[in-house]
Each structure stands twice: as C-alpha cells, then as structure tokens.
C-alpha cells in the first residue's frame, strides 16, 4: 500500500498521476477535514468531495474543485431565502452534500459516509477523511478567529494571520484504518498540499506524527511552495503568519522529524544544500508543475521510484 | 379575513383568483400537510410549496406544480447515489427544502418556517399550514398500506384503495391560528381540493369540524369533481375506494354538517335537487374549470359573493 496525506486541489492533481503509477486499489489517501463546514444544514467535505471528484473524472478541472460544467440554480435561489451564497455550491455538487448529510443523520459515521460516496462514483483508491471527529481550522486573523473557509473563500485570504488554531483536535481519533494505513505502508507521500492546513491538520491528529516517525517504510513529501510561493492556496500567508520561510525550505522544516525525501523544484535547487545539511531529508530536484496529465505521472513516478528504490 | 381551507394544485389555481377579488393581506390559506414527506434528509411539503409558488407567481403553471422553468441537475446526481429520484425535485425546488429543513433543524415549528419562505417569496396571503405537528396520510390499498406520495406519485395512483389514514392526526394540534382564523372569519372557502386527503386531513384535526359547524360566517365550497370525474389528482379513486359517490354529490356530503354553500359545474346541474333537497346545502351551478386567469377571477368573485350576500 502507497498512502499519501492529502488536502484538496494540490493533493487531487498529484493522484490524478499516482494511480496511473500505482493500482488504484494499493493507494490509501488519508484526507484533511479541517476545512469542512456545515452550510444551510449540509455537511461539506471540500478537500474529500476535490479529491473524489477528481479521481472520479468528473472534476471542474479549470478550477480544481467542483463538478464539471455544473450549474448554480439552487445557490441562486437559496440566496432569494437569504442565505449566505459565498461558497459555490453547484446543483450536482450539493447532491453530494445532501447525501452525506442523510447518511451522518441516520448514523453513519463520516468515513462510512465517504466510503459510500466514493463506491458511488466508482472511485478504486481508498479514501479515508481523517477523523470521525470534527476537526475545524480556526484562523485567527487581525479581524478576529475565523473558519478557514470563511477566510480564504468568504474574505479571499486578505486578512493578516497571527495563528492557526485546530478547534477538536484534542478530542479527535483519528479515523479508523489510517493508523493502521501508515504503519502497514509500502511508502508514504506527503501530497504538495498546504503544510499547514491541510497537512498539519492530519499531523496534528492523535499518534499520526508519532506514526510517521516511528514507520520504517520512506516517507516523501512534494514541496508545495515553489519559487517563494505556492501554486495555489494560501500558504504563503499562513506559513508567514505563523513565522515559518516560505520555500520549500520552510516546508521540509515542518516535516524534518520524520520525512526522508523531499522533491522540489528547480527553480528551488539552490535550497538543496540547506535542506539537506541542515534537516538532514535528501532531496530531489525535479519539475513539480503539474499541467498535463504527463507532467502529474512524471511525479508520481519520481516519488514511487523513492519508495521503491 | 376569508379562510381558505386549500390542498394543492386546484386550490392554489382558485387562490390566484381570490387575489384579485380580495386584498391578499385579507386572505388566510389553511393548507394541508397530510402529504408532506421527507426525503433523503429534506423535509418537503408540497401542498405549502404549489400554493407559496403560485401566489409568487413562481410555479410552473402546466405541471401546476414545482417552479417554472426548473431544472434537475441535482436530482440527477442523487440518482447516481442510489437514492429514488421518482420525486421530481427540481434545483431551484430543492433550495425551498433545504432552507425548510435547516429551520425545522434550528427549532423553528413548521408554521414559522413557511413564514420565513412566505415572506422571502414576497406572498402577501398568510399561509398556515394546518398542524405543526407530523400528520401522514397514508393510503391503503391492496398492495398494503403506503405514503400518499408514493401512492400517487411513486406508482401513479394504480393501487386498489381499501381505505385512508391520517397517522399522527389524534396527537396533532391545529397549528396556531388555524381554529382562531376560521372563528373570526368574514366568511370560509372550501378550495376545490381533494376532499379526503386534502380537505379531509383538515377537517380531521382536532377542533376543526367543530369550528366549521358552529362558526355562523358562510362556509362556500368549490366542488372539485366535475362531470363524475376529478379536475386533477385520484380523488375519484380514493373516493370510490371509501364507497363515496364520486360526484359533486358525494363532495357535498362529505361537508353537509357545515357547508352554507356549494358551487358546482354547470355540466352537474342535475343534481341540484338532490343535494339541496337531501342535505340541506344551497347549490350555485357555474363554470367552474380554471384555465384562464379570468376563470379564476370570476370563480373567485362569485364564492365571494356568496360570503358577502
């Protein structure tokens, strides 16, 4: 089994690459829930619902998330009844939530109810959210604590961040099966993803990092800082906000007590030495923009030949 | 105030009439909950939602029911997750139950919930619906007992009718206003509704009938069985099914311990005689078929003309 730690866009694009490298049915993804939010009585799983759609094929693949050439009529209208409409939910989209929803209600916990989704959309890579327990990314902000959606979608990330905070996270188990995924794991991947909100949630679970340090199988993370910034998110504003280098430098910091490798990109090469001296993680230099379809197999077969020797 | 007592689609086609002939702020619609259902987690209420449509001149005025021009993008991907789609909501539909849901969820009661939508859709007649209380009715028919919605919209009204329930109507108030709207009223409407599962689970809450015998404003009904045969919908089956005749006749006695007035359609006015004689309800023989808007108004004038002598 190839597990990977993933967040939303970042994570699905690296995947998209991964199961045409690995059987789709040896891949665990262990996904970030810290930015799920209840919205008019819905649960949302934005990270869960980005990388599920994407495995599925049915991802907006221009935006990253949502599904392809879905349509807004119910947003629309829930707006008439005054309801908040910055977060885009699409009509074939908010089946996905109302779905989910049901299911919580009638008893399922949040890993079942993903499991359901994902057998619905035909999806082979087992995905397991990170917790039964609700986990919420709270930024706290010069204008006060925040969701993490609320910041980055509602107010579009311009408020300056003093902290992070991950409301839950004391009383959360991380989900069944993800424990036991990292320590019976081939390899482990660190998707390019937000090292702070969406990899730091699942770090931040009870006995995840503990895991990681003690497994013997290689860990490998893909920088998802590039050139002083990130290819998508916030990353660059949280990491600042919370003191940490934006660079790939930066990120191999937050993961030096257990990562092996890091790959990151060229433009970045002259990070290496740091990196290397000073976290003591060997690195690897590669094109990490993932464009094409190519491009997402190229690194995914970098970071398996890692694992695999 | 004019009270309406009013089920769906028929009642909501004579309330646009009523509109032009009363102020809308005069009118109190009491509508029937007897068919609400909840499906996949949404609680919907369709007789609350055809009337609310209409009125906000909204509803799709061929089906009669569901929004103009909808579509159902949604209900599509809730099919991909195996849930029943044979309930036809539409994406802009679905908004209405969503937000429904969501207040019910806050502890708002069912009434102040169709408030809330009533005020957003801009309708300016008070909407009641006739208990806050969960009232189902359910259809018993040679395949076993059922849900009205799946009786007549699931599988088309085809079953055999032995008989009809109103499960949870003895533990069921009037919703607040219903029994004080009919006590003070100028004068009360019977839409031209389904007798038995639209007027009928009115007429079967507690305090109701009692209400409508004793109050001494004119009660006027509109017959919804023209020529042997309903308008719209499968009262004829289930009155046949419950050895009612089905015919402006059998309406009539259904009412006969509290109706003033009948308005039947002129293809019955053979039995004028019978019902006038045999139950002591004074007929008005009119056209009563609502396809124009004029239809309606002049349906609309004459039933308040009896009120108003």
């Known amino acids: 089994m190839i597990v990977a730690l993933a967040g939303g866009v970042g994570a699905a694009r690296f995947l998209q690459g991964l199961v045409r490298v690995v059987e789709p049915g040896d891949i665990t993804a262990i996904v970030n829930t810290g930015d799920d939010i209840e919205l008019h009585g819905l649960y949302i799983s934005p990270d869960v619902d980005i990388v599920l759609y994407t495995l599925a094929g049915i991802v907006d693949e221009q935006k990253g998330w949502g599904i392809k050439g879905d349509t807004f009529y119910c947003l629309e209208m829930l707006g008439r009844y005054g309801l908040e409409t910055w977060f885009k939910l699409g009509d074939k989209d908010l089946a996905t939530h109302i779905y989910r929803t049901m299911l919580l209600r009638a008893g399922y916990t949040l890993s079942q109810a993903t499991e359901a989704i994902r057998k619905a959309l035909g999806v082979e890579v087992r995905v397991i959210p990170m917790s039964d327990q609700p986990v919420r990314t709270i930024i706290i902000t010069d204008k006060g ?72 199988a290689p860990i490998v993370a893909i920088s998802p800082i590039v050139g002083g910034a990130p290819v998508k998110g916030p990353a660059d504003k949280l990491m600042r906000g919370l003191g940490i280098e934006v660079s790939a430098y930066g990120v191999a910091s937050l993961y030096k007590d257990f990562l092996d490798y890091i790959i990151i990109d060229e433009v970045d090469r002259g990070l290496r030495e740091r990196i290397e001296q000073e976290l003591s993680i060997r690195v690897v230099v590669a094109n990490t923009l993932m464009k094409t379809l190519e491009d997402k197999v190229r690194l995914a077969k970098l970071a398996v030949g890692l694992i695999r020797g």
Chains 1, 2 share one sequence.
């Open 145 to 216: 604590p925040m969701h993490f959606q609320e910041y980055l979608v509602k107010r579009g990330a311009r408020d300056a961040v003093l902290g992070v905070r991950f409301e839950g996270v004391e009383a959360a188990e991380p989900a069944p099966g993800v424990l036991e995924a990292i320590e019976g794991a081939e390899g482990i991947i660190i998707c390019p993803s937000n090292p702070i909100v969406s990899i730091g949630t699942i770090l931040a679970l009870r006995g995840v990092r503990e895991a990681l340090r003690e497994v013997e």
